[in-house]
């Protein structure tokens, strides 16, 4: 797998495909690179707190502010291909268009109060935030020395991610006290999965 197809993968992983998270994840830790070890277990987290931690209420008393400030947001090929399935052709004039490049502008159009009204289809960006995105996890991710969990960023003023750390840290908790060492990104998926879904 190279280039877009990673991230292709990648989207459909965050967005609840269990057999595409335990795939990428054996190629992320079997490769052994500190950076990629980090990237799967934050993939973990951001799994959780797309698919197994409900998040709504944080969203809701945060009002929606990651979707409303920041830069554009640049989208993949497959991200726009989804739009248009969905949406038709014509979603493309709310989109922002850069050289080759479609960008989602901010505010953005496809949120209504503080929801999101194209959850099925969000871009691979929005299903990334925040564990999963390259630009918040940077610096951590420049530390990780490759054993053991890192310690993920979450942003400040984002208390959705401040509930999934702590959700997911206290599933790790206890299976580090049974493990007697830090559970493996996969462990930690099959723990959460354990104890979300029965
Ligand atoms: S993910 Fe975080 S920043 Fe975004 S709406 Fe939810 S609480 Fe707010
Ligand atoms: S597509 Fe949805 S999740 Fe992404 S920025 Fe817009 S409202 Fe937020």
């Known amino acids: 797998m190279a280039g877009e197809e990673v991230h292709r993968h990648t989207k459909k992983a965050l967005a609840g495909d269990v057999e595409a998270l335990r795939a990428l994840l054996n190629i992320l830790t079997g490769s052994g690179v500190p950076v990629a070890v980090y990237a799967a277990y934050a993939l973990v987290y951001q799994f959780a707190m797309n698919n197994l931690i409900d998040v709504s209420e ?3 008393r945060c009002g ?16 726009i291909e989804e739009l ?4 038709g052709p014509g979603v493309l004039a709310k989109l922002i268009r850069s050289g080759d490049t479609w960008l989602l502008p901010r505010p953005c ?17 929005c299903l990334s935030y ?4 390259e630009d918040e996890q940077i610096e951590e991710m420049k530390r990780y020395r490759g054993s053991g969990i890192p310690k993920l960023r979450v942003p400040p003023g984002c208390p959705a991610g401040e509930k999934v750390k702590e959700s997911v840290d206290a599933v790790a908790e206890g299976l580090r006290r049974r493990l007697g060492r830090d559970p493996t990104p996969q ?4 723990e959460l999965l354990r104890v979300y879904r029965g």
């Open 130 to 133: 925040p564990f999963a995105t």
């Open 187 to 190: 462990e930690l998926l099959e």
């Open 109 to 125: 159009p496809f949120q209504e109060e503080w929801r999101c009204t194209i959850h099925r289809f969000k871009p691979y960006a």
């Open 58 to 60: 944080e969203c809701r």
């Open 64 to 79: 929606g502010r990651c979707c409303r400030e920041g830069h554009p947001v640049p989208l993949y090929s497959f991200d």
């Open 84 to 87: 248009v399935r969905n949406l």
